[in-house]
C-alpha cells in the first residue's frame, strides 16, 4: 500500500461527507440509531471498522489521536488501528489520554474525567441493546419508533426472579434524555455512569450494521432499573496492584498456576500516570525502574 | 515482579513478515504468476469477481495470490479496495439476450432456437483423477466450430408469447446501490438481487439446497442457463448517445417455477432470476432459486417459515465479509467483559453459598 | 379497574367499536364482506361459524392484525372516535398494548416461552412505565390468583404448565392492564372439556366483575351461550344472522343457524 494512493485519513471526501451527515443526525437525535452506508474497511468487520470511519470523518491534519482496546494503548488492535492512522492521515498520536483530541476505543472509557473538545469514538459490535430479545431489524426499529421498551425491562425482570439481580455486566442498556435505549457498546457497567453529561463528544460506529449513533456533550444517560433495584455500577472489589487506585476499573492478572493473582488497572494511562505521580502498590515499581 | 506485556507493534510486523514468508513458501519451487493465476485458476477468479463485486480478473487474481488461495480473505482485499473507488455513473441494463453465449442449456425443453450447447462443463466429466495433470502435459486443442450468429432468444420470452409465464415488470428507475446505500429493509427485488449476487456461494447455495428438501419448496425448472459474454454499455450525456466501454463475462440463470392461479385467475408459471459475473452457474442456479423462494409475498404464497423464505435472514447473513470478520473478532481481547462477567459469578456464587450455609 | 369501566359505560351512549363496511378478499375468495355492527362498553360479542366461514379473518381485521380491503373500524379512543384501519401504525400498536387486548386459540402465540409466568404478566406494566419490581411482582401474583395459578409458580416459565394453565396466564397477561377492549379466537380451542368450563367460567367472572367489553369468535355455541351478550353468526363471508345471545340460540331464523344449533343442542 502507497499511503499517498489513498486520500488522508484513507476514505475518499464523499464518503466522509455522507458519514459527517449521519454523526450530525446522530447528535440531533442523541441514542438514535442513524443507518449509514458502512464501506469495506482495510481490516475485518468487528474489529472496529465502524469506530475507524467515525473516526476517519471526524480527524484533521491538527488532531491528536489515541486509540484504546481493553483500556490499554498497547493491545495488538489499538496498536494496528494507531498505526492506520499513522499511514493514513499522519497525525500526531498520544497515550495520555488528557493530549488527545479524538480518541477511539474498544470495550472501556478512559478513567480521566474528559473535557470539552474531546471527541471519544467507540467501536461497536451490535448496536441494537433489543436485538437479543428480537431478532428482526423490521421490528426493533418500530419497537425503538413507539418507544415499546416494556420488553427491555422484562428481561432485566427475569434476571432479578432468577438471580436476584439484575445479571448483565457488560453492554449494559441505558436510556439517552428519556426517549431512545441505546447500547452503550460491551464496556463494562462500570464504565456506564461516565456516559452521562460528559463534556467530550460520544461518537457509536457499528461497521458491520451500518449504523452511527451518539450522545453531545452534556447528555442525560440513565442505566434501566428498577426503583427497587437500582443500577450499581460494579468493579473486583480490590485496590490497583501497581498504582493502588481504589476507584479504578480493574483487570485480574494470573499470575502462575498455583492461583496466585493480582489486580491492576486495565486503563494502563492511569495506571502509569499515577505511578509517575508517586502513588504506589504493593507490586508497583517507581516508573524509572521500570523503564 | 509484574509487567504488562507489551511489544504488540514488533509483534505484529514479525507476524506479517512471517505470513509473507509463509505465501512464498517453498522458494526452490518457482512462484505463482498473477496470469497464472488468473488463466488457470478461472473459476476462482470469478468467484472473487462476483463476491467481491469487482468485474477485473487481474485484481482478482492478485487477491487470491496475496491472500494464498483463501477465497473468502480474496474476495474481501476486492471488496476493501472496491471502496475506495469513485462510482462514475451506472451502465444501462445489460443484453443478456444478445450474449455471445459458450454454454445455453434448457431443461425445459428437448431442443429450442439457438439450440443447446454444453460448453466447457464438468457436468459429464468422470470425477476420477487425472493424474496426467500433474506431469503436467500439454493439452490437445479442442475441436472447433464457425461460431453461429443465428439469436439466441432467452426461453422464457417463447413461454412469455404465450402469456404462460409471468411479465416482468418494466421500468427506467434506478435501483438502490448496496455498496452506497444502507440496506433497508423490507428490500425490493432489485436490492435482494444484489445482495445474493454478492453473497456467499456456500450460504446461497445452502439456502436453496433448503428448498428442494422442502423448506419452502418452489418446484424450480432449470428454464435457460446461459454463459457468455455481453457488451456493457454507458449512456454519455455530452454525446447524447450510449458507448460501449467493454466486455463482462456472465453467467444468467432464469428458472420457471410452479404455476399459480385459481378458477377465475388463469394459471401462470412464476420465475426466479440469477445473474452472477463470470462462469458462476453454481451461484446463478441457486440465486434463482433463492429469489424465488424470498417473492413468497408478492406471489400471494405462505409463508412457512422456511428460512429461504426469510428476506431479513438471508440478506443479512449471506455476506460472508461480515460474517468472517464478526466472526473471527470474537478472538480479539474480551478481557475486560470477561473481567465483569467473572466478578458477578463469583458474587451470584457467594450469595448462593451463603443462602445455603444460612439454611443448614 | 372495573369500577373504571363500570363508569364509562354508565357515562357513554356512544359505541365503543363502530364496524362499517368490513371487507377482505383473498384474490377472488371472499375473507369476510360487508360486516357492519356497533359494540357497546360493557358488551360481549360472539361471533360463531364453522371453519372457514370468515370469522377469524374478521377478527384480524378488527384487531388490526390485517388490512381490510374496505371499511373502517372506528374505536372511541380517549381522544375520540378514530378509524383504526387508517390510523397510523404506531398508533394503532399502541392502542394494542393500552385499551385492546388479544387472547389467542393458542396460547403460545401470545405468551413469551421462554419468560417467567411473572414476566409475562409483568411486560404490559412495564410496557406502561411500571419501574418497581416489587410492585410489579405483588400485582402478577394478584393476577396469577385471579386465574387460579398458584403464587408459587411465578417463576417458572410457562413451557411447564399444562395448556389450561398456559391459557390461563395468557388472560391474565392480556387484563393486567385493564384493557378496555378484548379480542378472543377461540379461548378455549385446543383444550380438554373439563378444562373448558373451568376456563369459561373464569372468563365469565373476570368479564362480569371488569365489565369488559369483548369480541370473541368461536365455533362453540356453549362458549357463547356463557359470555355473550350479543351473536353473530358468519357463513361464507357474510354475517346471515345477529341480536341477542338467547333470542339467536333459542329462536333461529336463518337456516344456518337452526342447522348450527340443532348440531350442537345442548348448550
Same mark, same amino acid.
Given at each position: 500500500m502507497t499511503d499517498q494512493a489513498y486520500n488522508f485519513a484513507y476514505l475518499d471526501e464523499q464518503t466522509k461527507r455522507m458519514i459527517r451527515r449521519a454523526i450530525l443526525k446522530g447528535i440531533a437525535v442523541p441514542g438514535y440509531q442513524v443507518p449509514f452506508a458502512s464501506r469495506e474497511m482495510p481490516m475485518p468487520y468487528g474489529w472496529g471498522t465502524g469506530g475507524v470511519q467515525v473516526t476517519a470523518a471526524c480527524l484533521t491534519p491538527e488532531d491528536t489521536l489515541k486509540v484504546i482496546d481493553q483500556g490499554a494503548d498497547d493491545t495488538t488492535n489499538a496498536v494496528s488501528i494507531r498505526k492506520f492512522f499513522q499511514r493514513t492521515a499522519g497525525v500526531a498520536v498520544t497515550e495520555a489520554t488528557a493530549e488527545a483530541s479524538i480518541i477511539q476505543t474498544r470495550h472501556r472509557i478512559p478513567e480521566a474525567t474528559l473535557t470539552e473538545g474531546q471527541i471519544l469514538v467507540y467501536q461497536v459490535p451490535i448496536p441494537e441493546p433489543l436485538r437479543f430479545l428480537e431478532p428482526r431489524e423490521t421490528e426493533t426499529r418500530k419497537m425503538h419508533e413507539l418507544e415499546e421498551y416494556g420488553l427491555m425491562h422484562v428481561k432485566l425482570y427475569e434476571d432479578i426472579a432468577r438471580h436476584g439481580t439484575i445479571a448483565t455486566a457488560y453492554a449494559y442498556p441505558v436510556k439517552v434524555e428519556g426517549r431512545y435505549v441505546m447500547d452503550p457498546s460491551p464496556i463494562p457497567k462500570f464504565d456506564n455512569p461516565k456516559l452521562s453529561n460528559s463534556a467530550a463528544i460520544q461518537l457509536f460506529g457499528a461497521g458491520r450494521e451500518q449504523r452511527i449513533y451518539a450522545l453531545p456533550p452534556y447528555t442525560h444517560v440513565v442505566s434501566l432499573d428498577f426503583d427497587d433495584h437500582p443500577f450499581v455500577p460494579s468493579k473486583a472489589p480490590h485496590d490497583c496492584d501497581l498504582c493502588a487506585a481504589s476507584d479504578s476499573y480493574l483487570d485480574e492478572v494470573?499470575?502462575?498456576?498455583?492461583?496466585g493473582r493480582m489486580f491492576v488497572c486495565s486503563d494502563t494511562d492511569f495506571c502509569r500516570t499515577r505511578r509517575e505521580a508517586g502513588h504506589l502498590g504493593p507490586l508497583g515499581v517507581p516508573m524509572q525502574e521500570t523503564v | 515482579m509484574y509487567v504488562a506485556v507489551k511489544g504488540g507493534e514488533r509483534a505484529i510486523d514479525n507476524a506479517h513478515a512471517w505470513l509473507a514468508e509463509e505465501r512464498r513458501g517453498d522458494t526452490t519451487v518457482s512462484e505463482l504468476s498473477v496470469a497464472q493465476i488468473r488463466e488457470q485458476l478461472a473459476l476462482a477468479v470469478n468467484r472473487v469477481m462476483a463476491e467481491g463485486s469487482l468485474y477485473d480478473p487481474d485484481l482478482a487474481a492478485l487477491a487470491i495470490k496475496q491472500a494464498r488461495g483463501d477465497l473468502i480473505e480474496a474476495i474481501f482485499l476486492i471488496r476493501a479496495y472496491r471502496t475506495t473507488l469513485p462510482r462514475l455513473g451506472a451502465s444501462l441494463p445489460v443484453k443478456t439476450e444478445e450474449m455471445a453465449v459458450i454454454r445455453r442449456v434448457s431443461a425445459t425443453f428437448k431442443d429450442l432456437p439457438g439450440g443447446q450447447i454444453l460448453g466447457p462443463t464438468f457436468d459429464y466429466t468422470h470425477r476420477l483423477l487425472d493424474f496426467k495433470l500433474a506431469a503436467e502435459g500439454e493439452v490437445p486443442a479442442a475441436p472447433t466450430a464457425p461460431a453461429s450468429t443465428a439469436p439466441v432468444p432467452h426461453v422464457t420470452e417463447f413461454l412469455n408469447r404465450e402469456g404462460m409465464i409471468e411479465t416482468e415488470p418494466t421500468g427506467d428507475a434506478q435501483p438502490a446501490d448496496l455498496t452506497r446505500e444502507p440496506m433497508e429493509l423490507p428490500a425490493n427485488r432489485a436490492l435482494r438481487l444484489q445482495a445474493i449476487t454478492r453473497g456467499d456461494e456456500g450460504f446461497i447455495l445452502s439456502m436453496a439446497y433448503s428448498t428442494q428438501r422442502g423448506y419452502g419448496r418452489t418446484h424450480a425448472f432449470v428454464g435457460e442457463l446461459r454463459i457468455g459474454t455481453v457488451a456493457v454499455e454507458m449512456d454519455i450525456p455530452e454525446l447524447g448517445f450510449a458507448v460501449e466501454i467493454g466486455e463482462i463475462e456472465l453467467t444468467e440463470c432464469e428458472t420457471v417455477n410452479q404455476f399459480k392461479g385459481s378458477k377465475t385467475v388463469a394459471p401462470q408459471f412464476t420465475r426466479g432470476y440469477g445473474l452472477v459475473f463470470g462462469q458462476t452457474e453454481r451461484k446463478a442456479i441457486a440465486m434463482s432459486l433463492v429469489d424465488r423462494s424470498l417473492r413468497w409475498a408478492e406471489l400471494g404464497e405462505d409463508y412457512t417459515g422456511a428460512p429461504a423464505q426469510d428476506e431479513e435472514f438471508v440478506l443479512m447473513h449471506a455476506d460472508n465479509v461480515q460474517a468472517t470478520g464478526f466472526l473471527e473478532h470474537i478472538k480479539l481481547p474480551h478481557y475486560v467483559d470477561f473481567q465483569s462477567e467473572l466478578e458477578l459469578v463469583r458474587r451470584l456464587r457467594a450469595e448462593v453459598f451463603a443462602t445455603q450455609e444460612a439454611a443448614e | 379497574m372495573g369500577m373504571l369501566n363500570l363508569n364509562l359505560t354508565a357515562e357513554t351512549d356512544q359505541p365503543l367499536l363502530s364496524v362499517q363496511g368490513l371487507t377482505k378478499r383473498y384474490g377472488a375468495r371472499i375473507g369476510c364482506a360487508d360486516v357492519s355492527f356497533d359494540l357497546f362498553p360493557g358488551e360481549v360479542l360472539g361471533i360463531v361459524g364453522e371453519s372457514g366461514s370468515g370469522k377469524s379473518t374478521l377478527l384480524s381485521c378488527l384487531a388490526g392484525h390485517m388490512p381490510p380491503d374496505q371499511g373502517s373500524v372506528i374505536f372511541q379512543t380517549a381522544q375520540g372516535p378514530r378509524d383504526t384501519v387508517t390510523m397510523a401504525e404506531a398508533d394503532r400498536r399502541r392502542m394494542a398494548r393500552t385499551d385492546w387486548a388479544f387472547v389467542h386459540q393458542n396460547p403460545r402465540d401470545g405468551l413469551r416461552m421462554g419468560v417467567s409466568a411473572g414476566g409475562n404478566v409483568g411486560e404490559r406494566l412495564m410496557a406502561i412505565g411500571a419501574r418497581h419490581y416489587g410492585d410489579i411482582r405483588d400485582k402478577a401474583i394478584d393476577w396469577l390468583g385471579r386465574v387460579e395459578i398458584a403464587a408459587d409458580r411465578i417463576d417458572d416459565r410457562p413451557r411447564a404448565f399444562s395448556g389450561g394453565m398456559q391459557q390461563r396466564l395468557q388472560i391474565a397477561r392480556n387484563l393486567v392492564t385493564g384493557p378496555r377492549l378484548v379480542f378472543m379466537d377461540e379461548?378455549? !380451542? !385446543?383444550?380438554?372439556v373439563s378444562v373448558q368450563a373451568r376456563l369459561l367460567d373464569l372468563l365469565r367472572g373476570l368479564v362480569r366483575d371488569m365489565g369488559l367489553s369483548a369480541i370473541i369468535v368461536t365455533h362453540d355455541l356453549a362458549v357463547v351461550r356463557l359470555l355473550a351478550d350479543r351473536l353473530m353468526v358468519m357463513k361464507s363471508g357474510h354475517v346471515v344472522e345477529q341480536g341477542l345471545t338467547d333470542q339467536v340460540l333459542d329462536d333461529p331464523q336463518h337456516a344456518y343457524t337452526q342447522l348450527l344449533v340443532s348440531s350442537v343442542l345442548q348448550v
Open positions: 494470573i499470575t502462575d498456576d498455583q492461583g | - | 379461548p378455549t !380451542g !385446543g383444550l380438554d
